[in-house]
């Protein structure tokens, strides 16, 4: 465990094991790469049973890639470890102790000869043919989902939600949740329509919620929450780690792709994240190419490092994303090239620097994308997020910076 990084449990995962094995609803606000999966995975090997045929814990995701890692993580016969590991830190907590030693003996349904427990993921994308027959079969222990697949699941009467145990919404724009689109609605018909709070524990995981106390008393009033729900906010004044430098460089558009190359070349990054955003309507229907096209075609002529580059982007069909993220999963040094895409969940441990070659749109925004480095919880290496910006940008960044309560140092190019 020591080889992987697992010493202790982070302060999340500290802070709300008790409530959460306590049945307790929760909302889990950490910063980004705290933990806040294994957290709530670890709630859920302790409340499901495999050996009954039925749905028991439903996870909402945003996106099909972190639907992919949610269940890449269950997949790993590790997590079981993990898990375990992580219990006898908490121990010292009050918690009641018959609840560990059951979760310490439950067969771990990974490994070994107990029945398996079984993994759905209904994400958007595929046709879910394959998961219309596999439910009428039998249904799986826990289903991963995107809200509309699971939505279009639903009306259909495939499945129903009654026999879930457990509901973790993870960073399912939980800071949207206020606006009326149909992602949105549809979300609030998942929480209060298609299943009820009080037959189930609802956890929320973000590391962004900014109207907290807002949220928290709607979803009471909503009922997307029993009444007791807790608000677990870890490290309140510090919405990013520590060990994240931030800086910024000031160009000319026209300079911005030859400030990026000079900066790859003195940064030497071990890896790193490259965000651009994505094309406007108006710069499409003029006929000019996407951003990431030319920032790809640039680095391909221009870059001489060792790194690969890769593009991950909205428009690509599903398997050349999946593919994107496989290739840069394998580790061994990569650019990748992205837009906001790759901005939420996305655990890629080891990437060392994040660029914004454009500037996100809110501080939201620059926490997720700038959350995609510095994520190994008890690693002390420095990582770095350079937003490459022209003049006028600077009093965006310094609302960001006010708003996240983060410094943003200068870099003169001399
Ligand atoms: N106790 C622990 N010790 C060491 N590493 C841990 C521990 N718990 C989780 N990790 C690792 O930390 C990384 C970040 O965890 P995770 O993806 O759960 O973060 P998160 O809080 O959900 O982040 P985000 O808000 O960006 O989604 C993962 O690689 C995970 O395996």
Redesign the pocket.
């Known amino acids: 465990m020591e080889e992987i990084?697992?010493?202790?449990?982070?302060d999340i995962?500290r802070e709300a094991l008790p409530y959460l094995f306590s049945g307790r609803d929760c909302i889990l606000h950490?910063q980004?790469?705290?933990?806040?999966?294994?957290t709530y995975l670890l709630l859920i090997h302790s409340l499901i049973n495999a050996a009954k045929s039925s749905v028991q814990a439903l996870v909402v995701v945003p996106t099909r890639e972190l639907g992919m890692q949610v269940r890449m993580y269950w997949s790993y016969d590790v997590i079981i470890v993990r898990c375990l590991f992580?219990l006898q830190h908490v121990r010292g907590n009050s918690l009641g102790k018959g609840h560990y030693e059951t979760l310490a003996a439950k067969p771990t349904g990974v490994v070994g000869e107990h029945k398996s427990c079984s993994i759905m993921a209904l994400l958007d994308g595929g046709t879910l043919k394959r998961q219309k027959t596999w439910l009428k079969a039998e249904p799986p222990t826990i289903v991963v989902a995107t809200v509309g697949s699971l939505c279009q699941m639903l009306e259909r009467h495939t499945f129903s939600l009654e026999t879930v145990r457990v509901l973790i919404v993870d960073?399912a724009r939980v800071d949207c949740i206020f606006n009326s689109s149909k992602q949105v609605s549809s979300l609030r018909k998942i929480l209060t329509s298609y299943s009820s709070c009080n037959n189930r524990q609802t956890v929320f995981?973000s590391?962004s919620i900014p109207q907290h106390n807002r949220f928290i008393h709607d979803s009471v009033q909503q009922k997307w929450t029993k009444r007791d729900v807790v608000h677990i906010h870890v490290s309140a004044v510090e919405p990013m780690p520590s060990r994240l430098y931030h800086r910024f460089i000031r160009c000319e558009t026209k300079r911005k792709l030859q400030t990026l190359l000079s900066l790859l070349q003195s940064d030497a990054p071990e890896s790193g994240i490259i965000f651009v955003a994505e094309q406007s309507e108006k710069s499409k229907k003029a006929g000019k190419a996407p951003s990431t096209s030319l920032l790809i075609d640039f680095l391909k002529t221009s870059y001489q490092g060792d790194l690969d580059v890769l593009l991950l982007e909205d428009k690509m069909n599903f398997n050349s994303r999946a593919a994107s993220l496989l290739e840069v999963r394998k580790g061994g040094g990569y650019l990748l090239v992205a837009t906001d895409i790759a901005a939420r969940?996305v655990?890629l441990?080891e990437m060392s620097h994040i660029y914004n070659f454009d500037l996100p749109r809110t501080a939201v925004d620059y926490l997720h994308r700038a959350?995609r480095t510095c994520?190994?919880?008890?690693s002390d290496i420095n990582c770095t997020v350079t937003s490459i910006i022209v003049p006028d940008e600077r009093f965006v960044l310094q609302r960001y910076e006010n708003e996240l309560m983060f410094d943003c140092e200068e870099l003169i190019i001399p």
């Open positions: 990084g697992y010493v202790m449990p982070t995962q950490a980004t790469g705290s933990g806040k999966t294994l992580l960073e995981a590391a969940g655990d441990p959350g994520r190994k919880p008890f």
